[in-house]
């Protein structure tokens, strides 16, 4: 072959070499490849092909590569990017899979490759294998911890709602919140909820009301559907926009037996819209039982203290005996003591001249004994009267003593020992009761001002007027009910306006 010669054998057994009349056409390898391909593409339709996937890699350019095998053979399988935007599931190494596409050859080396459109799950539903395996990567990354979780304001003045226009959910949470309290302010920002780009409508949505600032919390949501039509809620683009909300959201999407990834990443799930309007937004009439509840616990409870305080003060006055009440006592008792000393002797004295008197009655000595006698008397007389004077004289001593001891000085520390401690235990009583009473005065100013801001009041503050018709004295809120002619009188922030009806145009 390589001289350019035939052989031949003859029937001799004989080899003979001839030379061709032309050379061989011959083909390039690009050609032949090219033809293998051509032919491969026009003769084979597009097929379901069933596998393992391995070695499944993505390259910088965005292109997936793998290998789909089964126990006797294998083929590499390349997706490019514009069909692998489309894919909502992750392939990995090892899963059971489900390829659509083509078979056709790779000219640069010549190699059998499938070139695939469209991977799903064998056996479980695309759809919900890439919602469980976004959840776990979500999850594994803490985006749904409880560290994360806002609580959400208790009486919000502004809520934003994500949803659709017009549709059924947005008007159950309007007609809720709007039931259980007139004043509250409502942003509307609408998205698509389903389709193609709904997920980054709802999540450019969330970004465009914390921009806003007004809202002090968010609802996104809709009504129930399959699990194809909640799918943009279950986007990782949405779970990124409410983790990095810096306003509290509340996930109400589908039925109450539907989760979503939002879900997981919201503030708070809410089953439905309608539970959303019902946890964001307390009853107004619920709010004022609470308060009138509230305010009458308050002041039993304020009412009691006092009373405690009072008996308590009422116990320590009556321990705390007054000094000038003992001191007239002690003087009291002084004179007492002095009076029946002095009714003593006086009446020793007149016992002892009695004596003296019936003795020199019965004796008649002579004059010597009578005057012997009369002095004896009169010193008996003397010594009883020193001794008296003694005993007088000792007991005022004492009395003396007592009262230097009780003296104004004694009584005045004494006094003001007990003032102190009075003035001590009282100021105690004041400062614990002034602390009870700010207290409760500083949650009866919170409790206030709650209830100030759902004032109607605040309502005519901020520019709004209320009409009310003078012929039957209602406040209008249709036109229709309006008559041309009819009197008006308009309320507004300061005073009244009264006017006449003209014309009318209703809606």
């Not at 894919?87 to 640069?108: C, K, N």
């Not at 005065?441 to 004032?455: G, Y």
């Not at 009041?457 to 406040?475: P, Q, S, T």
Request: proline content about 4%; aromatic content about 4%; some cysteine.
């Amino acid at each position: 072959m390589r001289s350019g010669k035939f052989a031949a054998v003859n029937r001799q057994g004989e080899l003979n070499f001839t030379s061709p009349a032309e050379p061989p056409k011959a083909l390039s390898v690009s050609a032949l490849v090219r033809m293998v391909r051509d032919s491969l593409e026009l003769n084979l339709d597009e097929y379901w092909v069933v596998g393992e996937a391995s070695n499944v890699r993505i390259v910088p350019a965005g292109h997936l590569y793998m290998t789909l095998k089964d126990a006797r053979s294998s083929i590499p399988v390349v997706m490019f990017r514009s069909a692998l935007q489309r894919q909502r599931m992750r392939v990995d190494d090892g899963l059971q899979v489900l390829v659509r596409g083509r078979v056709s050859l790779y000219e640069a080396r010549g190699i059998l490759q499938f070139y695939a459109e469209e991977i799903q799950p064998r056996g479980l539903g695309a759809l919900q294998l890439a919602f469980e395996q976004l959840k776990q990567r979500l999850a594994a990354e803490g985006l749904f911890d409880a560290v994360h979780k806002r609580p959400i304001p208790f009486l919000p003045r502004t809520v934003g709602i994500v949803t659709a226009l017009g549709g059924a959910a947005l008007r159950d949470m309007l007609s809720i919140m709007l039931a259980r309290n007139a004043n509250v302010h409502v942003l509307i920002r609408p998205a698509r909820v389903q389709g193609a780009g709904a997920a980054f409508d709802v999540a450019q949505a969330l970004d465009e009301l914390n921009r806003d600032g007004r809202c002090e919390v968010i609802i996104i949501g809709r009504g129930g559907g399959s699990l194809e039509d909640l799918w943009a809620f279950n986007e990782e683009i949405v779970a990124r926009a409410i983790r990095r909300s810096k306003i509290p959201i509340i996930s109400a999407v589908g039925h109450e037996i539907d989760y979503t990834i939002a879900d997981f990443a919201a503030d708070l799930r809410a089953p439905t819209p309608t539970a959303a309007g019902h946890l964001v937004m307390p009853s107004k009439l619920e709010l004022k039982q609470r308060l009138e509840e509230t305010a009458a616990a308050l002041t039993g409870a304020i009412r009691g203290v006092l009373a405690a305080r009072r008996k308590e003060l009422g116990q320590l006055a009556r321990r705390v005996r007054n000094p000038a009440v003992q001191l007239r006592q002690h003087r009291q008792r002084l004179d007492e003591c002095a009076a029946a000393l002095n009714a003593a002797m006086t009446r020793a004295a007149l016992h002892r001249r009695r004596m003296v008197t019936h003795l020199a009655q019965r004796i008649r000595p002579p004059f010597h004994i009578a005057r012997e006698i009369r002095i004896r008397a009169a010193r008996a007389a003397l010594h009883l009267a020193r001794g008296l004077a003694g005993q007088v004289q000792h007991r005022r001593v004492r009395a003396a003593r007592l009262a230097a001891q009780l003296g104004r000085a004694a009584l005045r520390q004494r006094a003001g020992s007990y003032r102190r401690e009075l003035e001590n235990q009282s100021a105690g009583l004041e400062r614990a009761m002034r602390r009870v009473l700010e207290i409760r005065r500083h949650q009866l100013a919170q409790l206030a001002a709650q209830l100030d801001s759902l004032s109607p009041l605040k309502v005519l503050e901020r520019g709004y007027a209320v009409a009310i018709n003078a012929r039957d004295g209602r406040v209008v809120t249709d036109a229709a009910t309006v008559e041309i002619g009819d009197q008006l009188e308009v309320r507004v922030k300061r005073g009244r306006i009264y006017a006449l009806t003209r014309a009318r145009e209703t809606d």
